[in-house]
T-cell receptor, first 113, second 116 residues
Framework: GENVEQHPSTLSVQEGDSAVIKCTYS??????FPWYKQELGKRPQLIID?????GEKKDQRIAVTLNKTAKHFSLHITETQPEDSAVYFC????????????FGQGTELSVKP | NAGVTQTPKFRILKIGQSMTLQCTQD?????MYWYRQDPGMGLKLIYY???????DKGEVPNGYNVSRSTTEDFPLRLELAAPSQTSVYFC???????????????FGPGTRLLVL
């Protein structure tokens, strides 16, 4: 079955710096890759997603890149702000399996003022 | 729209007890999911449903059961609770299908379960 590895597990940056979180997946048939942000004690919330027919997607300060050949995708956050501090999860799914998401282990991002 | 709602918010169970975690969505989504999140870990899929009357196992189904009699409700049943089931349980729904084929999963607020 699918396996998603996420790195790093913790990331500390200064406000205004960029942050990059990387994920690799094992199932070449996976075709949907969302990123979720989870604040302490709260539910996961989708921040950006990408499909396998697209190499890059951007939404203001957040971007995701996908390399299907290498089976990895990354989250890029520019101009980080303290409110970006949270745990970020990547996930992968195959379109023909009910949308089941396989999640990475999470990255705790800390943005220091 | 209330979105995805879950009850209870928090529960303490004794080993061997049973309980049902409730999940309801008012977005008319066909797809619904149950995940568990252990401390400091990612989410693991327990069960999912692609429509009323249809359910299937996820990554970690042992010790749980589900049913889906309506589009709105997707309860998760724990039989014979064990300490290993101490976790935060999240229900999610998705509008998958249709013209736009939107895959976003919308999560409920979670149920924190402690088994002692």
């Amino acid at each position: 079955g699918e396996n998603v590895e996420q790195h790093p597990s913790t990331l500390s940056v200064q406000e205004g710096d960029s942050a990059v979180i990387k994920c690799t997946y094992s199932d070449s048939a996976s075709n949907y890759f969302p990123w979720y942000k989870q604040e302490l004690g709260k539910r996961p919330q989708l921040i950006i997603d990408i499909r396998s027919n697209v190499g890059e997607k951007k939404d203001q300060r957040i971007a995701v890149t996908l390399n299907k050949t290498a089976k990895h995708f990354s989250l890029h956050i520019t101009e980080t702000q303290p409110e970006d501090s949270a745990v970020y999860f990547c996930a992968a799914s195959r379109g023909n399996q009910g949308g089941k998401l396989i999640f990475g282990q999470g990255t705790e991002l800390s943005v220091k003022p | 729209n209330a979105g995805v709602t879950q009850t209870p918010k928090f529960r303490i169970l004794k080993i061997g007890q049973s309980m049902t975690l409730q999940c309801t969505q008012d977005m008319n989504h066909n797809y619904m999911y149950w995940y568990r999140q252990d401390p400091g870990m990612g989410l693991k899929l327990i069960y999912y449903s692609v429509g009323a009357g249809i359910t299937d196992k996820g990554e970690v189904p042992n010790g749980y059961n589900v049913s889906r009699s309506t589009t709105e409700d997707f309860p998760l049943r724990l039989e014979l609770a064990a300490p290993s089931q101490t976790s935060v349980y999240f229900c999610a729904s998705s509008p998958r299908g249709g013209v736009t084929f939107q895959e976003t999963q919308y999560f409920g607020p979670g149920t924190r379960l402690l088994v002692l």
